[in-house]
């Protein structure tokens, strides 16, 4: 009540634009005491003009602290800002003995916290380790085939980027270090797995609240598509090299165009029906995540290798007391690695550089030259979009040049008919009823 006494017997209580318009002695009168530089009264704090720093909008300073020795105060020379966020209070050094980079970090700071952006001191403590550690636990809880892949692809980013902190992976080191991979002669679709990976890391970080924003990564241009396939005496002679217990799995993938590595020598025995004459990839196997079924009872090389594929598994089985889940295997337990087995086999036979995933086009290359629909030839070799199909539809040089004789021999036969057609004009023309018919018309003329 007092305080409100006082404030309605002010000299300026009564007309707020006369007091704001007061000179200094008034002023210092409405203080309480003219001159001094006291704690100021309840209605003179109306008229003071507004702090520096506005409640809310955070604060520069430099710390202080106490000698231990001296017992003096001594200020640092580093700037640090503080702000609120929710109630929640943060402090963080600008790194600077400037002021005005302390106050450029605290106005990104608050510009962060307008545009709902905010992420915290905690981004800047990020690092590359962080986030492939994301990465990783992102493919294995996921289930993803190619987690070697993405490990592979870490280890060589980590070469650079090891140990960095997230925030100094710029868009410039990116681009260095993609010039760095291809002095080193790696592929660029290589190098744009790399690239992947890392742009995979950062959009993870970013979900996380972990990272503010992702470098800008470019990939490059990639003109890898294949054109390899084996012909039936090409397939012959690599087969012939192999070790015997590859040569089923590795023609088990030429008859079906199936995938060797993920889904041939993945297959057990409960997955081959011998009664309905199927074989059968389950919803979740395969790299689309969709089921397969192939019925290898009206292909009669298939089935004969699948039966005595099963003959074989069942002599060892008898001679080591053990079952063995694996249709292809090796002694027993499955084949895991065949790189240098499979090189090797293509260097005697003369077709150094040929691949594994050259049966998939082969197959596909087979069904179409058997005239198999397109709709059925994808669901039996597992193509979901007929985008990618068509890449494996490769034409070979030999269809190329039987397509052409096909066009001579259309050529040839427009040809006959035309040198029948003229034959025949002369034999009519040489007529001698033909003849005076003519001259006649002549005459008319």
Same mark, same amino acid.
């Given at each position: 009540m007092e305080r409100a006494h006082r404030m309605k017997n002010a000299p300026f209580g009564r007309s707020l634009p006369r007091a704001m318009n007061m000179c200094g002695d008034s002023l210092r009168a409405a203080r309480g005491t003219r001159g001094q530089r006291d704690k100021p009264t309840a209605a003179a704090r109306v008229l003071l003009p507004m702090s520096r720093q506005a409640r809310g909008l955070g604060r520069i300073f430099r710390p202080r602290s106490r000698d231990k020795r001296t017992g003096q105060m001594k200020e640092f020379s580093i700037w640090w800002i503080e702000y609120s966020v929710r109630s929640e209070q943060y402090r963080e050094?600008? #790194?600077?003995?400037?002021?005005? +980079?302390?106050?450029?970090? $605290?106005?990104?700071? $608050?510009?962060? +916290?307008?545009?709902?952006?905010?992420?915290?001191?905690? &981004?800047?403590?990020? *690092?590359?380790d962080d986030l492939a550690q994301m990465v990783i636990d992102d493919y294995k809880a996921n289930g993803k085939r190619s987690l070697d892949r993405i490990e592979d692809a870490i280890n060589h980013l980590r070469v650079p980027f090891g140990g960095?902190?997230? @925030?100094?992976? *710029?868009?410039?080191?990116? *681009?260095a270090y993609t010039a760095a991979r291809k002095a080193e002669q790696a592929a660029n679709?290589? +190098?744009?797995?790399? $690239?992947?990976?890392? &742009?995979?890391?950062?959009?993870?970080?970013?979900?996380?609240?972990? +990272?503010?924003?992702?470098p800008y990564v470019a990939l490059l241009r990639e003109d890898n598509v294949r054109t390899g396939f084996f012909e039936p005496e090409q397939f012959a002679a690599v087969q012939a090299r192999l070790t015997e217990d590859l040569r089923p799995a590795v023609e088990f993938a030429y008859l079906t165009g199936w995938r060797l590595k993920s889904e041939v020598l993945a297959l057990q025995w409960w997955q081959v029906d011998f009664e309905a004459g199927m074989v059968r990839l389950e919803p979740g196997s395969t790299k689309n995540a969709e089921g397969r079924v192939f019925p290898f009872a009206a292909l009669?090389?298939?089935?004969?290798?699948?039966?005595?594929?099963?003959e074989r598994t069942r002599a060892i089985e008898r001679a080591s007391g053990s @079952? @063995?889940?694996w249709v292809f295997h090796r002694?027993?337990?499955?084949i895991q690695y065949f790189r240098r087995t499979w090189i090797r086999a293509c260097r005697l036979a003369g077709l150094p550089g040929r691949l594994p995933h050259d049966f998939r086009r082969t197959a596909v290359r087979n069904l179409e030259r058997a005239g198999v629909p397109r709709s059925v030839a994808m669901k039996l070799t597992g193509h979901k979009t007929e985008?990618? =199909? #068509?890449? =494996?539809?490769i034409v070979a040089e030999q269809d190329l040049k039987d397509g052409v004789a096909k066009l001579a021999a259309l050529h040839e036969r427009g040809q006959a008919s035309r040198r029948t057609i003229a034959t025949s004009s002369a034999q009519w023309t040489s007529q001698p009823r033909v003849q005076d018919a003519l001259r006649t018309d002549r005459r008319s003329e």
């Open positions: 050094s600008s #790194r600077s003995r400037n002021p005005v +980079v302390a106050r450029q970090l $605290l106005k990104q700071r $608050l510009g962060d +916290v307008a545009a709902g952006t905010f992420i915290g001191p905690q &981004r800047d403590r990020t *690092t590359f960095m902190k997230a @925030i100094d992976i *710029t868009a410039d080191r990116v *681009t679709a290589t +190098v744009n797995r790399e $690239l992947s990976a890392l &742009r995979r890391m950062f959009r993870l970080g970013e979900r996380a609240g972990k +990272v503010a924003r992702q009669p090389a298939l089935e004969g290798l699948l039966r005595t594929q099963a @079952i @063995i889940p002694g027993g337990r499955p985008s990618i =199909y #068509r890449r =494996y539809a």
